[in-house]
């Protein structure tokens, strides 16, 4: 059973423009829900991670939104570059557990 | 630091071949994992520890053998390995539980014919 759940499954974005990928979950003990990047041949990086204690944090053209009621929480990627190309994952989990349920990731592809 | 570190790269198998892929690290982690990334299926468990000495099973144990000996190196085995284990590997540390990063090695590329 897929834990968290992404859409879409790829994107195409123009340089500038902005990247949005969603991301919802059913386990309502989850607090804790990162992002990873990863470029091909590499692996997987934390990008960013947000707790449910705010409903927004953003580190540079990076943001996470997160909405509880909807169990939903989405990345933006703001002045989409070329060198954002990448496979982005979303994921959760919660204090003391030591597992990360991933999503199944999302190719984002930034064209010049 | 190397930090997370995976031998090796690349390998062919031939069907029934058994194989280890080795998995280090230097940062002093409690917790190893090992996944496997397929095209369209993300990032799967295949077994973890949390500690050594100790490892447990994650969605997709079936035809891998695991030991953490070492506190440093979490190894991943397959016994007769089968094509359907065509895969990338990626070995994963986190320090502990919780709100923890995990820390992703390059990854192994397995082919097996």
């Known amino acids: 059973q897929q834990q968290v759940k992404q859409s879409p499954q790829s994107l195409i974005v123009q340089k500038g423009g902005i990247s949005i990928i969603n991301c919802a979950y059913e386990?309502?003990?989850?607090?804790?829900f990162p992002w990873y990047q990863q470029f091909p041949g590499k692996g997987p990086a934390l990008l960013i991670a947000?707790?449910?204690?705010?409903s927004e944090k953003k580190e540079g053209r990076f943001t996470i939104s997160f909405n509880k009621s909807a169990k939903q929480f989405s990345l933006h990627i703001m002045d989409s570059q070329p060198g954002d190309s990448a496979t982005y994952f979303c994921?959760?989990?919660?204090?003391?557990?030591?597992?990360?349920?991933f999503g199944k990731g999302n190719q984002v592809v930034v064209i010049p | 630091n190397a930090g997370v570190t995976q031998t090796p790269k690349f390998r062919v198998l031939k069907t029934g071949q058994s194989m280890t892929l080795l998995c280090a690290q230097d940062?002093?982690?409690?917790?190893m994992y090992w996944y496997r990334q397929d095209p369209g299926m993300g990032l799967r468990l295949i077994h973890y520890?949390?500690?050594?000495?100790?490892?447990a099973k994650g969605e997709v144990p079936d035809g891998y053998n695991v030991s953490r000996l070492k506190k440093q190196n979490f190894l991943l085995g397959l016994e007769s390995a089968a094509p359907s284990q065509t895969s990338v590997y990626f070995c994963?540390?986190?320090?502990?539980?919780?709100?923890?990063?995990?820390?992703f090695g390059p990854g192994t590329r397995l082919t097996v014919l």
């Open positions: 994921a959760a989990s919660w204090q003391g557990n030591n597992r990360l349920a």
């Open positions: 520890s949390v500690g050594e000495g100790t490892t």
């Open positions: 947000i707790r449910p204690d705010v």
């Open positions: 386990n309502t003990a989850f607090d804790y």
């Open positions: 940062m002093n982690h409690e917790y």
């Open positions: 994963a540390t986190q320090a502990s539980s919780g709100y923890n990063e995990q820390f």
